[in-house]
């Protein structure tokens, strides 16, 4: 019974241990919803977001002009930036 739990307390920390990598893309930039809607969009990398224009992104759930703000300088500190319309 014990090594039952202690399997489990070992799968559990994994688990959210896998979570938490997969999710830190843009983390402390943007706020959650922010980072949720890029995550739905497949964006998980500066590189994908470059392909977006700013208008594209501004369209999705969690990005406003502060948002976007803090966004686009990370992304020129990053020296990378949005496609142009």
Do not use: W
């Not at 739990?5 to 896998?18: P, T, Y």
């Not at 700013?54 to 976007?68: A, R, S, V």
């Amino acid at each position: 019974m014990i090594n039952l739990v202690i399997m489990a307390r070992c799968l559990k920390s994994f688990d959210n241990d896998h979570h938490a990598e997969k999710n830190n893309f843009l983390q402390g930039v943007v706020t959650v919803p922010a980072r949720r809607a890029l995550e739905n969009k497949k964006i998980d990398s500066l590189e994908k977001l470059s392909y977006f224009s700013e208008n594209e992104i501004m369209q999705l759930h969690g990005f406003g002009k502060n948002t976007m703000k803090k966004l686009k300088n990370y992304m020129q500190e990053q020296r990378v930036s949005f496609k142009k319309n």
